[in-house]
């Protein structure tokens, strides 16, 4: 006669998470996102003006001034890295963008949205290329700032520097050779494609502002290239573990590089954005910028560690502290008390985090 069956044995303690580490609890973005829900409530009762049009125009716009920026930041974080250059990045890119475009435009130079080349028989051909100062400003802006992440990642990971060290050497380097390119004078986007620039920089698609929309596009393309290839799965092992990402191939140094390189881009692009609002790149501008992206990459969820963070938690962060400095604003309180509060939000943000790791 067959055995009776036993039934499974069953674990009440296994497999079942609080309530607060699953759905939106589950990361501190999701209290971030809470937050700035919060924050948007009590907006609302305490200014009429605060869900305006105008309003929440400035604050998509004011806040896609350092979100693109802190987009490429999140990157070197989750690698356990940081970039202290980001501030001078911006304002060097923007103020060689800035004289390019007037430098070539200037008469007696090649310019004036014509394209100079040579022809087969060694003749000069000159053709009428609208655009073309624009495209050239750009990428020489763009290319600076390739070069200062190159020369950032290779200090790093190649010669073992400390990225704190090294980037904190750089935001003077590169902030002292704005100044000694400009006289301290800053310059401003001129010649025959400034139009172009200030629409592509300032302007509005259908209601939206392009920065919005330049930053809308480039957190799609970082979520896709994060969590789904392989250069994203081995950023985050890198900043898991820096010796185990080494131990299974992954190329530590060349990887190091590269999302350093990714930063100062974004920074550079940030920065000639900023520029085209602003009219003008003065030679202190985006000062202690670098300040305000880490914070919001950090409130955002990215652990300075490694191995956390992404381009939604980086975003959360910017508009939070811009709905922030929009609130004192709209309430007339003093400016200097954004600081004193994005300091408190900080601390907050990561005691939230530590308790909840605590808890886990």
Same mark, same amino acid.
């Given at each position: +006669?067959?055995?009776?069956?036993?039934? &499974? =044995?069953?674990?009440?303690? !296994?497999?079942?998470?609080?309530?607060?580490? @699953?759905?939106?609890?589950?990361?501190?973005?999701?209290? #971030?996102?809470?937050?700035?829900?919060?924050?948007?409530?009590?907006?609302?009762?305490?200014? &009429?003006?605060? *869900?305006?049009?105008?309003?929440?125009?400035?604050?998509?716009?004011?806040?896609?001034?350092?979100?693109?920026?802190?987009?490429?930041?999140? *990157?070197?974080?989750?690698?356990?890295?940081?970039?202290?250059?980001?501030?001078?990045?911006?304002?060097?890119?923007?103020? !060689?963008?800035?004289?390019? +475009?007037?430098? $070539?435009?200037?008469?007696? +130079?090649?310019?004036?949205?014509?394209?100079?080349?040579?022809?087969?028989?060694?003749? @000069? $051909?000159?053709? /009428?290329?609208?655009?073309?100062?624009?495209?050239?400003?750009?990428?020489?802006?763009?290319?600076?700032?390739?070069?200062?992440?190159?020369?950032?990642?290779?200090?790093?990971?190649?010669?073992?520097?400390?990225?704190? $060290?090294?980037?904190?050497?750089?935001?003077?380097?590169?902030?002292?050779?704005?100044?000694?390119?400009? /006289?301290?004078?800053?310059? *401003?986007?001129?010649? &025959?494609?400034?139009?172009?620039?200030?629409?592509?920089?300032?302007?509005?698609?259908?209601?939206?502002?392009? &920065?919005?929309?330049?930053?809308?596009?480039?957190?799609?393309?970082?979520?896709?290239?994060?969590?789904?290839?392989?250069?994203?799965?081995?950023?985050?092992?890198?900043?898991?573990?820096?010796?185990?990402?080494?131990? @299974?191939? !992954?190329? #530590?140094?060349?990887?190091? =590089?590269? #999302?350093? $390189?990714?930063?100062?881009?974004?920074?550079?692009?940030?920065?000639?954005? =900023?520029?085209?609002?602003?009219?003008?790149?003065?030679?202190?501008?985006?000062?202690?910028?670098?300040?305000?992206?880490?914070?919001?990459?950090? =409130?955002?969820?990215?652990?300075?560690?490694?191995?956390?963070?992404?381009?939604?938690?980086?975003i959360v962060g910017c508009v939070l502290l811009e709905v922030i400095r929009n609130g004192l604003v709209l309430a007339q309180v003093s400016s200097y008390w954004q600081e004193t509060l994005v300091g408190v939000i900080i601390i907050l943000a990561v005691l939230v985090d530590r308790l909840r790791s605590r808890m886990a």
């Amino acid at each position: +006669m067959a055995a009776p069956m036993e039934s &499974p =044995i069953t674990f009440t303690n !296994i497999g079942k998470a609080r309530w607060w580490q @699953t759905g939106i609890f589950a990361s501190q973005t999701g209290y #971030v996102l809470l937050a700035l829900v919060a924050l948007f409530v009590v907006m609302n009762f305490a200014s &009429p003006y605060f *869900f305006t049009e105008g309003n929440m125009q400035n604050v998509a716009k004011n806040f896609s001034f350092i979100a693109i920026a802190t987009l490429g930041a999140t *990157f070197v974080i989750i690698t356990g890295g940081i970039d202290l250059s980001v501030g001078s990045m911006m304002c060097f890119s923007a103020m !060689i963008t800035s004289m390019i +475009m007037t430098d $070539v435009s200037t008469p007696g +130079m090649p310019g004036a949205s014509w394209f100079v080349h040579l022809a087969a028989d060694g003749k @000069t $051909v000159v053709a /009428n290329v609208p655009g073309l100062i624009l495209v050239v400003s750009v990428l020489g802006g763009l290319g600076v700032a390739l070069i200062v992440g190159l020369v950032n990642g290779f200090c790093i990971a190649v010669l073992g520097l400390s990225p704190f $060290v090294t980037t904190l050497g750089m935001l003077s380097i590169v902030r002292g050779m704005g100044y000694v390119v400009s /006289n301290g004078r800053g310059s *401003f986007p001129g010649g &025959p494609d400034a139009d172009y620039f200030y629409a592509l920089t300032s302007g509005d698609v259908y209601g939206m502002p392009a &920065p919005f929309i330049y930053l809308v596009v480039l957190a799609v393309a970082m979520a896709i290239v994060l969590h789904h290839t392989g250069f994203g799965r081995h950023v985050f092992a890198l900043g898991g573990n820096e010796k185990a990402a080494a131990l @299974t191939g !992954i190329a #530590v140094a060349r990887l190091k =590089i590269a #999302v350093y $390189v990714i930063c100062a881009l974004a920074a550079g692009l940030q920065g000639i954005i =900023i520029s085209g609002w602003l009219g003008s790149a003065p030679a202190n501008m985006a000062t202690s910028y670098e300040l305000n992206v880490i914070a919001a990459a950090v =409130i955002g969820g990215a652990n300075l560690a490694g191995g956390t963070g992404g381009p939604l938690g980086a975003i959360v962060g910017c508009v939070l502290l811009e709905v922030i400095r929009n609130g004192l604003v709209l309430a007339q309180v003093s400016s200097y008390w954004q600081e004193t509060l994005v300091g408190v939000i900080i601390i907050l943000a990561v005691l939230v985090d530590r308790l909840r790791s605590r808890m886990a």
